[in-house]
């Protein structure tokens, strides 16, 4: 008799074990959800110290074929580039201009051990000026544009704080409002120089493998989940 519930005890303290560890893999899912919402948030109105508070120190930004290194990288790119260059560096939000970021389509896979995790994400951004505002803008910027990008993430668990370990964009398209993607070249291109020979630039540029020409030009942007019903089978390697 005593085996028996020895046996009964066993079994239900693993199946709590696995409720828990569930539960706490669910938990995980919604504290990154939101960590990636509210980054979309925080680059709507260029807030670039907000945005850097979101990476672990080590953390990477890989965007326009370049790599922008820890807190000091992360703040050139929202701050000194993206902040400068839509607001003069002014903290939004700023009459006059939209520049809104849409985050959605999300899938992301905790690692078994709660410490990472890896997360994708379609991006999709509205951007321009009102009639009333155009001193303000740039004149290699369109009036009205719109992108659309993936990411492809990895997230890491910072003393007990889900953090972005690296936030990998790819741009998919970008068009100026008026003509269309159709008859667009994008007014991004990839980035040729590193800081501080560029004083905005990443701290080191892709390998030319893995180099990303923008819109019309695309790249694949591997899945690092497999396919749901038939795995690695269809969906190609995991990503380690």
């Not at 929202?78 to 903290?91: H, N, Q, S």
């Not at 590193?194 to 819109?215: I, K, M, N, Q, V």
Request: hydrophobic share 35%; aromatic share 12%; charged share 25%.
């Amino acid at each position: 008799m005593a085996d028996g519930l020895d046996t009964i005890d066993q079994d239900l303290a693993q199946r709590l074990d696995a409720l828990d560890h569930r539960v706490g893999e669910l938990e995980d899912i919604n504290a990154i959800r939101r960590l990636h919402w509210a980054y979309g948030y925080y680059i709507d109105f260029n807030q670039p110290e907000n945005v850097a508070q979101l990476f672990a120190e080590d953390g990477v930004v890989v965007f326009l074929s370049g790599e922008y290194v820890g807190h000091a990288g992360v703040l050139r790119l929202y701050g000194d580039w993206i902040a400068g260059r839509f607001t003069g560096g002014r903290p939004g939000p700023v009459d006059g201009l939209l520049l809104d970021h849409f985050q959605m389509q999300d899938i992301i896979t905790v690692a078994p051990d709660r410490k990472s995790a890896k997360g994708r994400f379609r991006g999709m951004l509205f951007g321009g000026w009102h009639d009333d505002f155009q001193d303000t803008r740039e004149e290699m910027m369109p009036q009205q544009f719109m992108e659309a990008g993936i990411y492809e993430n990895d997230y890491v668990r910072e003393n007990g704080v889900w953090k972005i370990k690296r936030l990998d964009y790819m741009m998919q398209w970008q068009s100026n409002y008026e003509e269309g993607w159709a008859h667009t070249t994008s007014h991004l291109q990839p980035a040729t120089r590193t800081f501080p020979d560029d004083p905005l630039g990443p701290d080191r540029l892709l390998p030319e493998s893995e180099h990303r020409p923008t819109w019309p030009y695309r790249r694949d942007v591997p899945m690092h989940f497999a396919h749901p019903r038939f795995g690695a089978l269809l969906a190609g390697a995991e990503r380690s």
